[in-house]
């Protein structure tokens, strides 16, 4: 690693420093490629954001890619009821690595309104890792503004090597993640508890 | 629109054999209805459809009721002859009424604009003679809402062309919108639980506790 006072001083004599890592993290934070789905009005509140008002193409996001195969990130956006989670997650799971989540509004994070309801799933990181959580019912475009500018910042600080490196360059975590199936009562299972435990705080 | 009293008696005129009562709504609104019963109701449907001076064409909503299986106590005044001497005793008596699913019909007139009519089914129980007649074969538009009663509460619906689920998954058993549904517990995390949400949470912890 270059000390940080000689890459400024070089800076100031015309010499621009870097690393691969940040290289390539620069390069990917600022291309992140959304998949183009929504489930319910929240999805609106995205197409606003990625329209002439709130412009997601300053973070290089506009486009919103009509196939899995072809996009980094997965905007949850609206009501995941149980009929439509194991297609939430089989698209999860059709995206290359490295791949994003951000659960947009209440209900994406826990169910929201729909929450005691008997066809809503209470929010989507029972199945899939998230990334961002946006709360708000809908939240407002400068939220998932907000959320993408949270998630360059963690895709900014992913180191490529040791301990710390992010999940797909770590070959023995999964990258796919497994699909829950129609039950007879409920989704089975439940949720994946590799994904997702109940928080202890809410035990006490 | 003529008086219902009417309509019943014109109906049971035209359709021999067929028995329709009047369900009356005491509430402000003062909507009554027509119970018709199971037999002949594709006949009356269709009448009703199709009297001049009727032409009920449209069937704006179709949904399910569920009456669970009641019990009510009776105080009774009995004569009873106790060590002797005849006394009025008190006996309580329990009454059990069977529960039935009921589906409901609004009917609007879009050639005559008037309306609604409000067509009521009740099945024989809420078990196993849970079939009514279904009258997407005189209005259309009722295909989809029966298959959503069908689906949340389990009225099979005679005739219908392709009843099938509609809002939950094939493989689903339950019926969500029944009285007596028993919904999956799934109170392992509430962050803000309150009120009933409170008690399921409570419950859902002492399980646990006692599983563990």
Known sequence: ?204 | MEPLEQIIARVEKAVPGVRLELVVNNSPSGQHSILIDVAGALEVAKFLRDDALLRFDYASNVTGVDWPDTVSKKIVKVKQVVEGVEKEVDQTIEEKKPGYLEAVYHLYSMELKHGPLILRMRTGNRAEQVQLPSLTPVWRGCEFQEREIFDLYGIQFEGHPDLRRILMWDEFKDFPMRKDYVEPDDYEYEPTAHDEVLEKTKRHRAQEASAT
């Open chain 1, 1 to 204: 690693m270059i000390d940080p006072e000689l890459r400024s001083e070089l800076k100031k004599q015309g010499v621009f420093t870097t690393s691969f890592e940040e290289l390539y993290n620069w390069g990917r934070k600022n291309s992140i490629w959304p998949l183009g789905f929504g489930l319910a009005c929240c999805a609106i509140e995205m197409i606003a954001t990625s329209m002439a008002r709130w412009d997601l193409a300053r973070f290089g996001a506009e486009v919103f890619r009509p196939s899995p195969r072809q996009a980094d990130l997965m905007i949850v956006a609206g009501t995941v009821t149980k009929k439509m989670a194991p297609q939430v997650v089989r698209l999860y799971n059709q995206m290359p690595e490295p791949k994003y989540v951000i659960a947009m509004g209440a209900c994406a994070i826990s169910g929201g309104p729909f929450k005691q309801g008997y066809n809503v799933l209470k929010g989507i990181d029972r199945y899939i890792p998230v990334d961002v959580h946006i709360p708000g019912c809908p939240p407002r475009p400068e939220a998932l503004l907000h959320a993408f500018m949270t998630l360059q910042q963690k895709i900014d600080g992913q180191a490529l090597t040791g301990p710390e490196r992010p999940r797909h360059l770590v070959s023995e975590m999964p990258s796919e993640f497994p699909v829950p199936q129609f039950g007879e009562h409920d989704l089975e299972p439940p949720s994946n508890p590799a994904v997702w435990r109940p928080p202890l705080a809410a035990k006490a």
